[in-house]
């Protein structure tokens, strides 16, 4: 009688013994994985292992613990720091800082200049940038940012900023706004109108023994209604 | 097996990272975890100084006084304690020392939270004659609608300063007048505030 020879696979590869995350599961792994360097298929002649079929079913009856506490921790932890870090996100979106608002309140005194500055001015360790420059018939007003070297303790002083015209007189300031950002902060300073015909301003530094000066020449017009 | 755990590993490292920027981004992290931290960092935001510090003076566990001059200012820093960490608190602003006259004064009220504020009154003293200065005040107690007056001394020492300070305490402080007087109690120098 010809003794037939069939391939056939060893019971134990039909089980998805991979699944089971656990020391068991990499026990039966590495023990299949030795079973079939030493075992052919094709002779048909595998030793039934005692402990393997006994581990296979021992693992079958476990629960599939695939998920663990820790990784429902942290995926928990992930989503809440990045859903909370979205929020703070988005108050910085350019079109969410709120000067939208602070030129919508200009125009309400009638025509609005704007003119584009982007002059900076080092204040010890931090730096003060002039960004644009707003004239109304009823104030003056600048929009500025402030990138602090260390962020914290009191905002930027801004009684410490001055606008004077071409001969030196003072425009009075007439209050700020400002909102602080993790860098720093930007804000807004009023002041009193232009007189007609200016167009040379100095924005002068002036706080305690610090002093700084900005020329600035309103030539390049950005006239909005 | 060994890569799940690589990527365990991984997900505890992005957890970290974002609270360590979530922690940046609230302001969590500010303030100091000494007076003198914190003082510093009230001089450096404000821009003036770093003032030499003549007196430190310790109100109570939690508030901190730091007497100090800077060129031609002085000034008396207040700093808090409020979990674990200091904070600056008010009166960083350097005041003038107006040499020609025989005392410069400020004064810093701060009535803000249930255990109060500070009510702080001082100033530096140019006229070397003067060893005492005495102010006079009326305290006003909101909730009994009582009112105290009371007049304090403080000797002057080398620093050239002085410092009256008060838990507000829900009162109201009316500073009535400041008076510079010499070795013999005579008055060399009276301001009325009221």
């Known amino acids: 009688m010809l003794k037939q020879s069939v391939c056939v696979d060893p019971p134990w590869l039909f089980f998805d013994f991979q699944r089971q995350n656990n020391a068991l599961g990499d026990r039966i792994f590495h023990r299949v994985k030795r079973l079939e360097r030493k075992n052919d298929r094709c002779t048909g002649n595998w030793v039934a292992d005692k402990w393997l079929l006994r581990s296979l079913m021992k693992l079958r009856s476990m629960p599939l613990k695939n998920v663990t506490v820790g990784m429902i921790a942290r995926r928990l932890l992930i989503f809440v720091f990045a859903t909370l870090l979205l929020f703070q996100l988005v108050d910085w979106l350019p079109w969410r800082d709120g000067n939208r608002l602070m030129i919508a309140d200009l125009k309400n005194d009638g025509r609005v200049t704007a003119y584009p500055v982007n002059r900076k001015l080092n204040m010890d360790d931090d730096t003060f940038t002039l960004k644009e420059l707003y004239t109304t018939s009823k104030r003056t007003a600048i929009r500025y940012s402030f990138r602090k070297k260390v962020r914290d303790g009191w905002s930027f002083p801004t009684a410490s900023v001055k606008l004077l015209n071409a001969s030196g007189k003072e425009l009075v300031q007439h209050g700020a706004s400002s909102t602080g950002v993790p860098w720093g902060e930007n804000g807004w300073i009023y002041f009193d109108p232009l007189p007609a015909g200016i167009n040379k301003l100095t924005l002068r530094y002036d706080w305690y023994d610090r002093q700084g000066e900005l020329l600035i020449l309103l030539e390049k017009e950005e006239s909005t209604e | ?194």
Request: net charge neutral; proline share 3%; charged share 25%.
């Open chain 2, 1 to 194: 097996m060994k890569i799940s755990r690589l990527g365990g590993v991984l997900e505890w490292c992005a957890v970290l990272i974002l609270f360590m920027i979530l922690l940046w981004v609230s302001g969590l992290d500010r303030g100091s975890f000494t007076a003198q931290g914190a003082h510093e960092l009230s001089e450096r935001s404000y821009h003036y100084g770093p003032s030499k510090v003549v007196r430190k003076v310790q109100v109570d566990q939690d508030t901190v006084v730091f007497l100090g001059t800077y060129k031609q200012w002085f000034s008396a820093d207040t700093v808090t304690r409020s979990h674990l960490k200091w904070h600056p608190s008010g009166g960083v602003a350097g005041v003038p020392k107006n040499p020609e006259k025989p005392l410069a004064y400020s004064w810093d009220i701060n009535s803000t939270g249930s255990d109060g504020g500070l009510a702080k009154f001082y100033g530096y003293v140019n006229d070397p004659d003067i060893v005492t200065v005495e102010l006079d005040v009326v305290m006003e107690d909101r909730s009994s609608n009582t009112a105290t007056s009371g007049s304090e001394r403080q000797s002057i020492s080398d620093d050239h300063m002085f410092l009256f300070v008060w838990k507000t305490e829900g009162r109201d402080f009316r500073w009535q007048s400041i008076k510079g007087l010499d070795r013999e109690g005579k008055v060399r120098y009276e301001n009325k505030l009221q």
